[in-house]
Structure formats: structure tokens, C-alpha cells
């Protein structure tokens, strides 16, 4: 069964840094596209970066562009997120997420990993 294993959260400063990784076990990772996805509390889930399945295309959310950078080692099945010049406004659970290329939403989630950006 596939599953996503998010690690690399923490508290830091702002302006410190945080590299999330995520790994996928279960054999199923590398013909997936990724994502990560982050949610505030009493905010709704909102999408940060994702990478298709061989790194070729890229996208971010806007707020992270030049601070955030997402990566993926398919022969590792891990995907990688990392984040620079941290703000207060970052706070939030950070998840990994795949999906096939033909799908339209994300399948596979997984259980989040806190980041708490310090003022």
C-alpha cells in the first residue's frame, strides 16, 4: 500500500531554514507526481510546490517563490522541500502528496510534519 512519510519540521527563527524531506515507501513513488501542501490552523490546505515525476515541471505557490525550492530523488523515493528565509506567515503543517499524471486531484497524502517559524 502506498504510503508517504514527511520528516524535517521543526521550530526556527525567522529567516532560518527547514529541509522537509518525504519518503515513499510501498514501491510506488517514482511514476508519481509530488506535491507539498501546507494547512494554518483555522486555514484551509493550501498547495506550496509539486514536481512532476521526473522533475521536468515545476510550479510554487507564489508567497514561497525564490525562498522555497522542491526536488525529488526518484531512485531514493524521496522528494525534498527546502525552505530559506523563513516567516512567521510558513507556520503551518506541511504534507507530502502524490498522484498519477492522469488524475486530477492528489490520491496519496501523508500524516504532515510541523514547521513553527518563530517573530
Known amino acids: 500500500q502506498a504510503q508517504l512519510v514527511e520528516s524535517g519540521g521543526g521550530l526556527v527563527q525567522t529567516g532560518g531554514s527547514l529541509t522537509l524531506t518525504c519518503l515513499g515507501a510501498?514501491?510506488?513513488?517514482?511514476?508519481?507526481?509530488m506535491g507539498w501542501f501546507r494547512q494554518a490552523p483555522g486555514k484551509e490546505r493550501e498547495f506550496v510546490a509539486g514536481?512532476?515525476?521526473?522533475?521536468?515541471?515545476?510550479g510554487y505557490r507564489h508567497s514561497v517563490k525564490g525562498r522555497f525550492a522542491i526536488s525529488r530523488d526518484n531512485a531514493k523515493n524521496r522528494m525534498y522541500l527546502q525552505m530559506n528565509d523563513l516567516e512567521p506567515e510558513d507556520t503551518a503543517v506541511y504534507y507530502c502528496?502524490?498522484?498519477?499524471?492522469?488524475?486530477?486531484?492528489?490520491?496519496?497524502w501523508g500524516q504532515g510534519t510541523q514547521v513553527t517559524v518563530s517573530s
Open positions: 510501498g514501491g510506488f513513488f517514482s511514476p508519481y507526481d
Open positions: 514536481i512532476s515525476r521526473y522533475g521536468d515541471d515545476i
Open positions: 502528496a502524490a498522484k498519477k499524471r492522469s488524475a486530477s486531484s492528489y490520491e496519496y
